[in-house]
């Protein structure tokens, strides 16, 4: 397709925006905000076109761009969406932008770096999205390793060193392995396009080594049960903004990444070792949501939260084998892979919303202990509004986007087999419980001591941000045809291409 | 008439627009705007939903239609959507009638509230959704409506969030309800497992093809596919209908409001359960062994909970109890097949029951919020209104003839009597005793509160001052079908095909049109009762509760002594609560604190991530020795590398 090259100007404005920001400098401090937010807001315009544009009756990728990038090693600078991609894009360019606005005064050194680090990381975080080419892709996700690297190691908390370092080693460590496959399949086939890796012809045994290669990237990312202990740390010590965007953006690469690697690369390798990630993701749900239960730290607790409920994207996206077991047929399996989509972008505005709401209440009494609040509803009657809000949306509530995805993968899992959906189905009460016992304490309640008597209620520039995340949530949980009507043939062809045993013949 | 689809859909839009403005209009709406409009618009759906009982009544074919498609997956499509019929239309005209009393009863009860405006906020938008609950057309609207009307009872339950008790009864009330939702999600996902659809026609006709499916479970021999269904449906009929063991929340939430607990937990969230399974009867009717589970959680329900309304001494928690028992009779009504009249004893529960609250509300605020009926006594005088409302309410409870409660209680009675399905002695035992029970806690509050000497302490006593007519309208308005809606109506209700299509029974369960066969008409009903049981079990009751309560306390006293295990029992409600609290929230806090401490730090974190960062430091460390400087070392170590090498090709060779 010609045309503006949009793929490229949505990657490459934060991108060029940061550098423009971090070349103004601490001495233009006001100057920097406002051209940070403008940025931000130009990407998520640029969105508009794209999403508008976006043709959702064919699974062929769109918006296109195809040039030569690394001759000698056959890797090309290759961009294009599909219905996978697509709602994570605008989940980012949606997201980043109350990120900047939450940072607007809270940060006090080194203003310019911290807005030119998410910007940067923005425009990575697309590419990886947009990425069609293997290499390309490997580029920009460990690209986005160092501005979010160094969020937390310079804007963190006390033990951010820690924090950032075992961030850094967990998912590198996960990333090499995914390296030494895709240089592997690019031996295999001649260059590094994922269309190519996918029509691959591979072996059983060489497919189980890949699964295995990339699921040890991915399960560190969404991150799965046994390999999410990064997470819990490195969201207590980044600041609010990297809370976010970890949250929101950072553990849907694992899942994409299952969805568009590991399930049409490995297919065969998938049914094979479908117990693995159906267990672990139910462990997920369960066992997390008790110890989610007992976290006195708020940021722990939604960082557990998070690990529950993304174990819904990788329950959803490996029910299609057994459902097939079960009823014979793969067309089941569409609601358990709509659902995981929907869960990403849901959880993505739900889980940025509630480390947003910590956010605000840590600036003003600069303490995360649950124990150290009570009663704020009483001095903060709109936040607590917010905050109850965000709980019940997270808690999956139906009229928030969090009921559609636990939804969706609850009646999948039905129908692959009776006690998933039984272990699936106790988010209900643990969601609920471990959610709803932190407004308890937290939000309701009568004013616990005088730093919380002293809180101020939102200003008018929390209010925007807390209100906009609001009405997404409310919009895609009251109406969600949108979204998976976007996504909706991308997830058929994703079937298709699972349906199809890649191992050669004879 | 035809419905219309913009007809119905201000039926529950209004309410919602009404708790948009004054929930979030704050100070530019202001007190008197957010009562008027928020009245204002629950009395024109009232309106317009009893007009749509009319167009029903009057030939008109109802409505089943979409509103708009929620999502579209597997090609399935997820819908909102309206299914009007005289299921829907009554629960719709009894929904919004009792909302609106409510409504008007709240200028005067939360008059003094500092959360006056969001109070209304909030029962508009429990109106919106409980009409979304009961005008759904599939299950995926019920289920919104259901965890909706959930989602309000919680923040309602909470409203003064400052108690503490308040806070620690709305999240025990969301949690409860959530286990009955764990059990209804499951039915509904098997629902679409099998129909490959979530509206309900696809479901109603393929119910005899569900039934001759077994389903699948991994580790048993297969479960009866309809029975499985409808079990995990009732699960959630446990939880929202508060029956054993999922009642435990019911009392709490008397820690609200008490308009809402007349609104909400007694003439409308909490039949949500009730309604769901008649809604659901072509499903039910094929599963025998899930009717006899219904009957006899059902029939355990009404006897046991009454029992517990006999020890308490709060005026609201009495009602709450007799509730408990009442949503029992109900649930057991709808074990016998009697659908009909599960419903209709609803509808009469509906008016008498928030009568009562009402009443019970007016005493509390005249008490200057004392509820202790220790402390009471001798009103009859001070308000007569509610001393006769309140009256009327207890009669119509403990089923006087001619009063509306009568007919319900006594053509369910009748139902359970001619059901010979399993549990159904059982359920008869309990329903009948339960008449005595009934009567009995109903008139000793009656006795207490208002007859017999005053016992009103100093503060009360200062502070007494009846209620304003705001309150005693909605007392007056639900007087009125409390005490004639059953005569009036039992006929067509219920043997004159009102319900029609909308609640299906197969004749060989047909318990009501084998009492149809003995009806003729109400006044000869009610005359015949002097022949039955329960008339005298209800005299009975009332007058244990006149001579224990005014005559001779000393004998209750007595009794209380002698038996006095069984008092304990009684007040510490069976020990759910102790069990639920020492065991179940105990067992889980310890579960996640050993997994969180075992699991995720001392195995992940210590052993395995930091273990293995140790292992690579310690082997670096000895890789490290090896790097000595010094010449033989190396040499050595060449050699050693030599030989494997040497080795390893001749093996190979």
Known sequence: ?506 | MILNLHLLLAIPMLPLAAAIIAGLGGKLVGRAASAAVTIGAVGVSCLLSLQVLYALLHGSSGFDGTVYTWLVSDGVAMRVGFLIDRLSALMMAVVTFVSLCVHVYTIGYMHDDGGYQRFFAYISLFTFAMLMLVMANNFLQLFFGWEAVGVVSYLLIGFWYTRPSAIFANLKAFLVNRVGDFGFLLGIAGVLYYTGSLDYQAAFIQAPQIAAHTLHVPGTAGWPAMTTICVCLFIGAMGKSAQVPLHVWLPDSMEGPTPISALIHAATMVTAGIFMVARMSPLFEQSETALSFVMIIGATTALFMGFLGIVNNDIKRVVAYSTLSQLGYMTVALGASAYSVAIFHLMTHAFFKALLFLAAGAVIIAMHHEQDMRKMGGLRLRMPVTYWTCLIGALALIGTPFFSGFYSKDTLIEAVHDSHRVGAAYAYFCVTAGVFVTAFYTFRMFFMTFHGAPRLDHHAQEHFHDVGWSMKGPLIALAIPSLIAGYYTIGPELFGGFFGGSIKVLPAHDVVSEIARDYHGAANFAERSVLGLPLWLAMAGVLSAWHFVLRRPDQADMIQKRAAWLYRLLVNKYYFDWFNENVLARASRGLGLALWRGGDQAVIDNTLVNGSAGAVAWLAGRARLMQSGFLYSYAFWMIVGLVLLLGWFLVRV
Not at chain 1, 225 to 230: A, E, N, R, S, Y
Not at chain 1, 477 to 490: C, D, F, H
Request: with cysteine.
């Open chain 1, 1 to 506: 397709m010609r045309g503006p090259a949009l793929l490229s100007w949505i990657i490459w404005l934060p991108i060029g925006g940061g550098l423009l920001v971090l070349a103004l400098g601490d001495a233009r401090v006001r100057l920097a905000r406002w051209v940070a937010v403008a940025v931000a807001l130009a990407t998520l315009l640029l969105c508009l076109p794209v999403w508008h544009g976006y043709d959702h009756t064919t699974a062929a990728y769109q918006f296109v761009e195809r040039l030569s990038w690394i001759r000698q090693l056959h890797a090309e600078y290759y961009l294009g969406i599909d219905g996978i991609s697509l709602p994570l894009i605008a989940l980012t360019a949606f997201m980043t932008v109350p990120v900047v606005i939450a940072g607007w005064r809270v940060i006090e050194k080194r203003v310019t770096q911290y807005f030119a680090a998410f910007l940067i990381l923005e425009g990575l975080m697309i590419g990886v999205f947009c990425a069609l080419d293997a290499l390309l892709f490997y580029f920009f996700w460990e690209a986005m390793l160092i501005p979010m690297f160094l969020i937390i190691g310079i804007w963190g908390g006390p033990r951010r060193v820690y924090a950032s370092l075992k961030f850094f080693l967990y998912t590198f460590l996960g990333s090499v392995l995914m390296l030494v496959a895709l240089i592997y399949l690019y031996l295999q086939s001649g260059d590094y396009t994922i269309a190519g890796f996918q029509s691959l012809p591979l072996g059983l045994s060489e497919q189980r080594w890949i699964f295995l290669a990339f699921l040890m990237a991915f399960a560190v990312k969404v991150p799965m049960w046994p390999v999410h202990t990064w997470l819990p740390d490195a969201h207590v010590e980044a600041p609010t903004g990297g809370s976010v965007i970890l949250a929101a953006i950072m553990l849907k690469m694992g899942g994409y990444g299952l969805l568009r690697f590991s399930l049409p690369i490995t297919p065969d390798a998938s049914r094979e070792l479908d117990w693995l990630i159906i267990g672990l993701s139910l462990i997920a749900v369960v066992y997390i949501g008790f110890v989610a239960l007992m976290q006195t730290d708020m940021k722990k607790l939604i960082a557990y939260s998070s690990v529950a409920h993304m174990g819904f994207v990788t329950l959803g996206a490996f029910l299609a084998f057994d459902i097939q077991g079960a009823t014979g047929t793969l067309s089941g399996a569409v609601n358990g892979l709509d659902g995981a989509m929907v869960q990403m972008v849901s959880h993505g505005l739900i889980s940025g919303a509630l480390f947003l709401c910590i956010g605000v209440m840590y600036d003003r009494v600069h303490s995360r202990e649950i124990s150290a609040y009570g009663g704020v509803i009483n001095v903060m009657p709109k936040f607590g509004a917010f905050m109850v809000l965000f709980a019940l949306a997270n808690a999956g509530v139906p009229g928030t986007s969090g009921f559609v995805g636990e939804f969706l993968v609850i009646l999948a899992a039905y129908k692959a087999n009776f006690w998933y959906a039984f272990l699936a189905a106790t988010t209900l009460i643990l969601g609920a419980a471990y959610t709803l016992w932190l407004i308890k304490r937290v939000i309701f309640g009568p004013v616990a001591n005088e730093q919380v008597a002293a809180m101020k209620d939102l200003d008018g520039r929390e209010s925007v941000v807390l209100a906009t995340l609001a009405v997404a949530v409310l919009l895609v949980g009251l109406w969600p045809a949108p979204l998976l009507r976007t996504m909706e043939v991308s997830v058929q062809h994703l079937l298709q291409q699972l349906s199809i045993s890649k191992i050669p013949a004879g």
